[in-house]
């Protein structure tokens, strides 16, 4: 068995081993540093030990007047999936279009009332209607909560996207009080509640500048969605292209489902869409996974040739492999 140091120059693939250079080995290092660094302070020994397991549903509360208790309907929280839990939803929850909003804008408007006065009670927060249909701004204290917080509620399989200290989450006329509005109040409080409460203002420094340092060497790749560049036809020729370019660089299969925004690669285990999920993070790539599938971002304004996904997704990928998770 290899010694951790050893780890580092070598690793036992199908029977064979593949060599690291030391510009590699660096590089890898450098990678695993930054996981972790990401990472609230209680997960920082035990982050490979978390397990994908639900908790189940927390039942809603209401006060005397029928409103939902938002502040008092969870007394704990599972593991963050940037942790390796399980995600908060099972697939993602996606922003009504324009013209959702467009057709029923008096019940629009209700569910985001409730979503802010969700997110109001849940959190330090402030939080408004957004200028863009099918989004609620919420105004974070730093840029750096603002992609935090973005960056894990993805994760938890809620869109999200951030721009500055704006922080935009999904709202639609469609969306019910038990089961879409509390997604998207139950993601904002359980990731407010890790990054405000278990990450102490000296790694929150640590984490602005290592997200500095990542958008030193490649801009944040967010997908494009509703409201903010998504494009149906741009979406297929770039969502073609990036299947392509990742197929030839890792034999990654594209799954068959699409998402608008994204692109989903089916990987051997849910460990292996962990590890490459929270190492694409780390290199300034949103990322998110259902089950084993690993989805990465689509944007045909930021990286209209899939090519900026397709390198960090194969570099990923070749990593997980020395990790011995693929």
Same mark, same amino acid.
């Given at each position: 068995?290899?010694?951790?140091? &050893?780890?580092?120059?070598?690793?036992?693939?199908?029977?064979?081993?593949?060599?690291?250079?030391?510009?590699?080995?660096?590089?890898?290092?450098?990678?695993?540093?930054?996981?972790?660094? +990401?990472?609230? *302070?209680?997960?920082?020994?035990?982050?490979?030990?978390?397990?994908?397991?639900?908790?189940?549903?927390?039942?809603?509360?209401?006060?005397? *007047?029928?409103?939902?208790?938002?502040?008092?309907?969870?007394?704990?929280?599972?593991?963050?999936?940037? !942790?390796?839990?399980?995600? #908060?939803?099972?697939?993602?929850?996606?922003?009504?279009?324009?013209? &959702?909003?467009?057709?029923?804008? !008096?019940?629009?408007?209700?569910?985001?009332?409730?979503?802010?006065?969700?997110?109001?009670?849940?959190?330090?927060?402030?939080?408004? %209607?957004? @200028?863009? %249909?099918?989004? =609620?701004?919420?105004?974070? *204290?730093?840029?750096?909560?603002?992609?935090?917080? !973005?960056?894990? +509620?993805?994760?938890?399989?809620?869109?999200?996207?951030?721009?500055?200290?704006?922080? &935009?989450?999904? !709202?639609? @006329?469609?969306?019910?009080?038990?089961?879409?509005?509390?997604?998207? +109040?139950?993601?904002?409080?359980?990731?407010?509640?890790?990054?405000?409460? #278990?990450?102490?203002?000296?790694?929150?420094?640590?984490?602005?500048?290592?997200?500095?340092?990542?958008?030193?060497?490649?801009?944040?790749?967010?997908?494009?969605?509703?409201?903010?560049?998504?494009?149906?036809?741009?979406?297929?020729?770039?969502?073609?292209?990036?299947?392509?370019?990742?197929?030839?660089?890792?034999?990654?299969?594209?799954? &068959?489902?699409?998402?608008?925004?994204?692109?989903?690669?089916?990987?051997?285990?849910?460990?292996?869409?962990?590890?490459?999920?929270?190492?694409?993070?780390?290199?300034?790539?949103?990322?998110?996974?259902?089950?084993?599938?690993?989805?990465? %971002?689509?944007?045909?304004?930021?990286?209209?040739?899939?090519?900026?996904?397709?390198?960090?997704?194969?570099?990923?990928?070749?990593?997980?492999?020395?990790?011995? =998770?693929?």
């Amino acid at each position: 068995m290899l010694s951790p140091a &050893e780890l580092w120059n070598t690793a036992r693939v199908a029977g064979k081993m593949i060599r690291m250079n030391p510009d590699d080995r660096r590089a890898f290092e450098a990678l695993e540093l930054r996981i972790r660094a +990401i990472l609230p *302070d209680e997960y920082q020994d035990r982050y490979e030990d978390v397990q994908p397991i639900s908790m189940g549903t927390a039942a809603l509360k209401y006060t005397p *007047d029928g409103k939902v208790a938002w502040d008092d309907v969870w007394g704990s929280f599972c593991e963050l999936a940037m !942790a390796g839990g399980p995600p #908060h939803k099972g697939k993602l929850l996606l922003a009504a279009s324009e013209n &959702e909003v467009a057709a029923e804008p !008096a019940r629009y408007r209700q569910v985001v009332n409730e979503i802010c006065r969700g997110i109001r009670m849940v959190s330090t927060l402030a939080v408004m %209607p957004s @200028p863009e %249909p099918g989004w =609620v701004r919420v105004e974070c *204290d730093s840029a750096v909560t603002a992609g935090w917080l !973005a960056r894990a +509620i993805v994760m938890e399989n809620v869109s999200a996207r951030c721009e500055g200290v704006w922080l &935009e989450l999904p !709202a639609g @006329p469609h969306y019910r009080v038990e089961k879409e509005i509390k997604n998207v +109040i139950t993601a904002i409080a359980k990731t407010g509640h890790y990054w405000l409460e #278990h990450v102490v203002s000296g790694r929150q420094k640590a984490v602005g500048d290592l997200f500095d340092a990542m958008s030193a060497e490649t801009p944040l790749l967010q997908p494009a969605v509703v409201g903010f560049g998504f494009d149906s036809l741009s979406d297929a020729v770039t969502r073609r292209k990036l299947a392509e370019k990742v197929r030839a660089e890792t034999g990654l299969e594209p799954c &068959e489902v699409p998402c608008p925004g994204w692109i989903g690669f089916t990987c051997p285990s849910v460990k292996a869409a962990i590890w490459m999920m929270r190492a694409l993070v780390a290199s300034n790539v949103f990322a998110r996974r259902e089950e084993t599938a690993l989805f990465v %971002p689509v944007n045909p304004v930021s990286d209209p040739e899939g090519q900026l996904v397709a390198c960090a997704l194969a570099r990923v990928h070749g990593f997980a492999r020395v990790r011995g =998770v693929l």
